[in-house]
């Protein structure tokens, strides 16, 4: 019973720290929602303000086609804590978890953080804006490409920058029966 509870209780939680413009501009019925939430720290004024930004910038892209997908800020301050233990680059500002799909923004390319936006601009080269689109971009080319590696996903990131359609590499699991004997020639 305590259990059942604490599950209502932490999934209320989750829901106050949703962005209410979810509900006001959702998608239409029947179509696979995409979630916005904010990780611990955030107050929910804060966590809608930086949502909008995300929001506005999300709106250039095809994030739609990704389906039922959650977003999730996580503030700077607790970023290196998320990403270390993971074994990701704590100077990657996003990453995505295709098993439950979700991509995870760090605080910095959405509001500022003057201290962490530094580190990044001598890292990347570049201001935390144009950051915020490469690093969408990117993570959408890895989930909508179903593709593992940096180097391709940066390539379809840069078509998408680019306002062009994007085309993936057909990858397949499995080479056929003619495939595999000749091969073997």
């Not at 909008?52 to 990704?66: C, E, F, G």
């Not at 704590?90 to 990453?95: E, I, K, L, N, Y």
């Not at 760090?106 to 080269?125: D, H, K």
Request: net charge positive; with cysteine; charged share 25%.
């Amino acid at each position: 019973m305590k259990l059942r509870a604490g599950l209502q209780i932490a999934a209320q939680v989750l829901l106050a720290f949703q962005s209410q413009a979810v509900a006001e501009a959702g998608p239409p019925v029947g179509a696979p929602a995409q979630h916005f939430v904010c990780n611990t720290g955030y107050s929910l004024r804060k966590c809608q303000a930086d949502m909008a930004v995300l929001r506005k910038t999300l709106a250039k892209y095809p994030a739609a086609d990704l389906g039922e997908w959650t977003w999730v800020l996580v503030r700077s301050a607790d970023w290196k804590y998320v990403v270390m233990p993971r074994g990701i680059d704590p100077d990657s500002p996003a990453f995505t978890y295709l098993p439950k799909r979700e991509t995870f923004i760090e605080e910095v390319l959405v509001a500022i953080v003057p201290q962490r936006a530094e580190e990044l601009i001598v890292r990347w080269q570049m201001s935390t804006d144009d950051l915020l689109e490469l690093a969408v971009a990117h993570e959408l080319a890895h989930v909508l490409c179903n593709e593992a590696s940096e180097a391709k996903a940066s390539r379809a990131a840069r078509t998408l920058l680019n306002g062009k359609p994007l085309s993936c590499e057909v990858r397949l699991a499995a080479k056929t029966r003619t495939e595999e004997m000749k091969e073997r020639r």
